[in-house]
């Protein structure tokens, strides 16, 4: 299994939703601060949730209240649900377990592609 798989994305109109999937190894997943970070064209890679092995989350001001992120411990995998998309949203979303830098490190995965027509 590659240590983290990402799904779920697609191309949605604006005000449109998504549901993103991580399936992640138990090595990573396990008692471990999980997030959803993502990569527009030209920029950097940016942290949006996170989500602790205690299921506290935390959020980017700029996908607050449109983004809810969950675990599921029995299948090492973590969600990203996305609600009132924007143009902006659109992005290579990418999961990683996080650390207390914020940086995600374990080896990426391919990520998945969310685009927001306008």
């Known amino acids: 299994q590659a240590p983290l798989v990402e799904s779920g994305g697609g191309l949605v109109q604006t005000g449109g939703s998504l549901r993103l999937s991580c399936a992640a190894s138990r090595t990573i997943f396990m008692f471990n601060t999980m997030g959803w970070y993502r990569q527009a064209p030209g920029k950097q890679r940016e942290l949006v949730a996170r989500i602790t092995s205690a299921g506290s989350t935390n959020y980017d001001d700029s996908v607050k209240g449109r983004f809810t992120i969950s675990r599921d411990d029995a299948k090492n995998t973590v969600y990203l649900q996305m609600m009132s998309l924007k143009p902006e949203d659109t992005a290579v979303y990418y999961c990683?377990?996080?650390?207390?830098?914020?940086?995600?490190?374990?080896?990426w995965g391919q990520g998945t592609q969310v685009t927001v027509s306008s």
């Open positions: 990683n377990r996080v650390n207390s830098a914020g940086y995600g490190d374990a080896p």
